[in-house]
């Protein structure tokens, strides 16, 4: 659904980049309340991921196919505010290296992939976990349903966006209708992902899943007779770093084949957005893309001709840059936030006797 430029017009798209710095703003403020020394490796693996993911195109029917948005993905692991920044940071990515979405479009793109999709895959996700019994597999039911719900919402959103600015004149309803329609469809294998996904890391380390927290029932103890909450001493130790390495490895080896080898077998039919940009006429006066001549443009290398290998050496090397500029960014957060918390160091000591 990466929307190129030209399809919206210049004064729209220049809100939409403002509303897209604000909720970038709003998000790095959250995510220091979100991430610690553990998840601000797994964010930055996760945008890797998600670039790798959005590399596997899917078929879903009359020649169309569709792609992981990866919003709710991203919201359950790491939390909603770092899941806009995960998201963001892969749009960024492919629109300056491989010219996927419009640079003029990235505004749009960032507030219709990044922002609606995290915030009503949370919302949903949060709802139904409050809701249904508490377990690994409420966990991943309330996955499935949340990223479902996502894709069409942005879809829905993009539809807005382009009643407003859009630069063709066509029938809005067509367009809703179409959009919608195709992305339902996409949303369940977005769904499917997103519930394999959370569901094989919260089978191996729940501790490090943000939607996982508070959500698992309490160890109970038998005491004469009776089941009695244990003490929190008792509650088994958090997993040692040793085991999260291992966890941040086999992710970033599995995005590595994700995108080096298993693209190569992706689906070549247009996605949901340019299916139906095609066959309603909203793509008249699409732009071509200011990185064109950029050296990864179309998720290939520039003067290699093997196709294969062109294609999956491009992958892997987007892998390693979106991991690295990922995990620079929530690394930042997360010291600024050990700043503010502790500027000087010694908030620890001066606070007690401050109050005493």
């Not at 692991?77 to 491989?98: A, E, I, R």
């Not at 949340?146 to 809005?172: K, Q, R």
């Not at 732009?287 to 001709?305: C, F, N, Q, R, W």
């Amino acid at each position: 659904m990466h929307v190129p430029d030209g399809f919206i017009n210049a004064p729209v798209s220049a809100v939409a980049g403002v509303a897209a710095v604000g909720a970038v703003a709003v998000a790095l403020r959250g995510a220091r309340r979100e991430l610690d020394e553990r998840t601000a490796p797994l964010a930055g693996l996760v945008a890797a991921f998600i670039f790798a993911v959005q590399m596997l195109n899917f078929p879903v029917a009359a020649g169309t196919s569709g792609h992981l948005l990866g919003g709710a993905l991203a919201a359950i692991l790491v939390g909603p505010y770092t899941g806009v920044l995960c998201v963001s940071v892969v749009l960024l990515m492919q629109g300056v290296l491989f010219a996927d979405g419009g640079l003029t479009a990235l505004g749009v793109n960032i507030t219709v992939m990044a922002v609606v999709t995290t915030v009503v895959a949370y919302a949903v996700f949060r709802g139904l976990a409050k809701a249904l019994p508490r377990g690994r597999r409420s966990l991943t039911a309330a996955a499935f349903t949340a990223a479902l719900l996502s894709v069409p919402a942005a879809a829905a959103a993009f539809t807005l966006i382009y009643a407003i600015g859009g630069t063709t004149d066509v029938p809005i309803g067509k367009v809703a209708t179409a959009m919608i329609g195709v992305h339902v469809l996409i949303g369940i294998g977005e769904a499917a992902i997103t519930a394999l996904t959370v569901g094989a890391v919260v089978a191996v380390r729940p501790d490090l899943v943000h939607g996982a927290r508070g959500l698992t029932a309490p160890l109970k103890l038998r005491v004469g007779g009776d089941l009695v909450d244990a003490p929190a001493a008792q509650e088994p130790a958090p997993a040692p770093v040793r085991s999260h390495r291992k966890l941040w490895a086999a992710g970033l080896v599995t995005s590595l084949v994700l995108a080096g080898f298993v693209s190569f077998y992706a689906s070549t039919n247009p996605d949901g957005l340019e299916k139906v940009a095609h066959d309603k006429g909203i793509d008249q006066k699409e732009e071509e893309h200011a990185a064109s001549d950029s050296p990864l443009a179309d998720y290939g290398v520039k003067d290699i001709t093997n196709t294969r290998l062109s294609g999956g050496l491009a992958g892997v090397i987007g892998v390693g840059v979106t991991v690295v500029a990922g995990t620079g960014v929530f690394w930042a957060v997360r010291r600024r936030r050990a700043q503010d918390t502790d500027p000087a160091g010694t908030a620890a000591v001066t606070e007690p006797a401050e109050s005493a």
